[in-house]
């Protein structure tokens, strides 16, 4: 038999990485949630090749100390949970401490970083896992981070690369929800020097406009509801809108972008036969709860989220929706704080929960 051995951090890292950060949309998601939970205001995000060839992304944020920067790039390094408790509440979009290390792991990274209380910022360079430089960097408060050549030194992962057109499409798909999903920053996205994206942060209605254009808002309806302490609210598609498959829908719980087999069924039950068959609503739809009643731990890439009382969820939500279509408020007409909302639906209660910034007052109040 041959013996174990127990690999040393460069081997596992790169093998870890893989769950992270497959494609560069994933790096993409990774640093841009970074960002939010830095309470960024202003995130720029500037693609290069695909993203393959260059991702940078400068935001406004909190920055990093300058001790802790080469922290921020060993495993398991987070500022975000510190104790097993705190996994049952996840208020922040990372807390598994991998991203950076993931990253760097695979790809030539410079990150320079300011808080507001240091005097000059620091600068770090990583490339393949090994650092390159450390050293004091006059720069601007926040934080801007540039990764260039993504698995450059792992053969077996580029290989699986695609297009870079299709890598960036794949982009594209990834910040158009997390613009929908953080609808109070502002986020603009520029690919090989051109705009495609420009959020200015004001309200879910511009950051809708921001992705799919302004016309598309005369199409949806609202909805707004508060049950059993599940806030569902957001924009549904008119039925005769739906489109043929489910690229237009967009589930966000507690802030967080996740990909829900359970909500979206939940808004096709609600469709029931108004909608033609193999057509699929399209919504932005924001669920809010207890974040004790949900598990984002599911996957490395945190896409998927566990409710623990599905059932109730599901009826939350499929009631929630086809209230909105039976009271029919049209998106372009909303005032959500009006008379005509309680009208329509008697349960509604405006709360305040979940990550900060994608409450609900704060989306529709500018
Ligand atoms: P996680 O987000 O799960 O904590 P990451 O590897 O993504 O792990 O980041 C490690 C740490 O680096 C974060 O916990 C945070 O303290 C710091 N960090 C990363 N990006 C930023 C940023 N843009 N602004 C401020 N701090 C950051
Ligand atoms: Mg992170």
Same mark, same amino acid.
């Given at each position: 038999?041959?013996?174990?051995?127990i690999? =040393?951090?460069?081997?596992?890292n790169?093998?870890s990485?893989?769950?992270?950060?497959e494609?560069p949309?994933?790096?993409?998601?990774?640093?841009?949630?970074?960002?939010?939970?830095a309470k960024?205001?202003?995130?720029?995000?500037?693609?290069k090749?695909?993203?393959? &060839?260059?991702?940078?992304?400068? !935001?406004?944020?909190?920055?990093?100390?300058?001790d802790?920067?080469?922290?921020a790039?060993?495993?398991?390094?987070?500022?975000?949970?510190?104790?097993v408790? /705190?996994? /049952?509440?996840?208020?922040?979009?990372?807390?598994?401490?991998?991203?950076?290390t993931?990253?760097?792991?695979?790809?030539?990274?410079?990150?320079?970083?300011?808080? &507001?209380?240091?005097?000059t910022?620091?600068?770090?360079?990583?490339?393949?896992?090994?650092?390159?430089?450390?050293r004091?960097?006059?720069?601007? /408060?926040?934080?801007?981070i540039?990764?260039?050549?993504?698995?450059?030194?792992?053969?077996?992962?580029?290989?699986?690369?695609?297009?870079?057109?299709?890598?960036?499409?794949?982009?594209?798909?990834?910040?158009?929800?997390?613009?929908?999903?953080?609808?109070?920053?502002?986020? &603009?996205?520029?690919?090989?020097?051109k705009?495609?994206?420009?959020?200015?942060?004001?309200?879910?209605?511009?950051?809708?406009?921001?992705?799919?254009?302004?016309?598309?808002?005369?199409?949806y309806?609202?909805v707004?509801?508060?049950?059993?302490?599940?806030?569902?609210?957001g924009?549904?598609?008119?039925?005769?809108?739906?489109?043929p498959?489910k690229?237009?829908?967009?589930?966000?719980?507690n802030?967080?972008?996740?990909?829900?087999?359970?909500i979206?069924?939940?808004v096709?039950?609600?469709?029931? /036969?108004?909608?033609m068959?193999?057509?699929?609503?399209?919504?932005?739809?924001?669920?809010?709860?207890?974040?004790?009643?949900? !598990?984002?731990?599911?996957?490395?890439?945190?896409?998927?989220?566990?409710f623990? !009382?599905?059932?109730?969820?599901?009826?939350?939500?499929?009631?929630a929706?086809?209230?909105?279509l039976?009271?029919?408020?049209?998106?372009?007409?909303? !005032?959500?704080?009006?008379?005509?909302?309680?009208?329509t =639906?008697e349960?509604?209660?405006i709360?305040?929960?979940?990550v900060?910034?994608?409450s609900? =007052?704060s989306?529709?109040?500018?």
């Open positions: 038999m041959p013996r174990i051995n690999l =040393n951090s460069s081997i596992y790169r093998i990485a893989g769950e992270v950060v494609n949309a994933a790096v993409v998601k990774e640093l841009v949630e970074n960002s939010i939970d960024a205001t202003m995130i720029s995000i500037e693609v090749g695909g993203g393959i &060839k260059e991702i940078s992304v400068n !935001d406004n944020g909190c920055g990093i100390e300058y802790d920067l080469s922290v790039f060993l495993p398991h390094s987070t500022s975000k949970i510190s104790s408790e /705190d996994l /049952d509440s996840i208020e922040t979009l990372g807390f598994r401490g991998e991203a950076l993931s990253i760097a792991a695979v790809a030539m990274v410079t990150l320079r970083s300011k808080t &507001k209380n240091s005097e910022g620091g600068l770090i360079e990583i490339n393949g896992g090994k650092i390159e430089q450390h004091p960097e006059a720069s601007p /408060d926040g934080t801007y540039t990764v260039r050549n993504l698995f450059y030194n792992t053969p077996a992962r580029a290989k699986f690369l695609r297009s870079q057109k299709r890598e960036e499409t794949e982009i594209r798909n990834i910040i158009s929800r997390i613009i929908l999903a953080n609808p109070t920053v502002s986020i &603009k996205y520029n690919v090989d020097g705009n495609v994206f420009y959020s200015t942060g004001k309200n879910l209605e511009s950051a809708f406009a921001a992705v799919y254009g302004i016309n598309e808002l005369n199409k309806y609202a707004h509801s508060k049950r059993q302490g599940i806030s569902v609210y924009y549904i598609s008119m039925p005769e809108e739906n489109k498959n690229t237009y829908q967009t589930s966000i719980v802030g967080r972008y996740v990909i829900s087999p359970l979206s069924s939940a096709q039950n609600a469709y029931g /036969d108004t909608v068959k193999r057509t699929f609503p399209a919504y932005v739809l924001f669920i809010d709860t207890d974040s004790r009643f949900i !598990d984002v731990n599911v996957h490395p890439r945190k896409l998927d989220i566990k623990s !009382d599905s059932n109730n969820v599901f009826s939350v939500i499929m009631k929706v086809s209230d909105a039976y009271g029919k408020i049209a998106f372009s007409n909303t !005032d959500l704080n009006s008379e005509r909302v309680d009208k =639906n349960s509604n209660t709360v305040k929960s979940g900060s910034g994608n609900f =007052n989306l529709f109040s500018n």
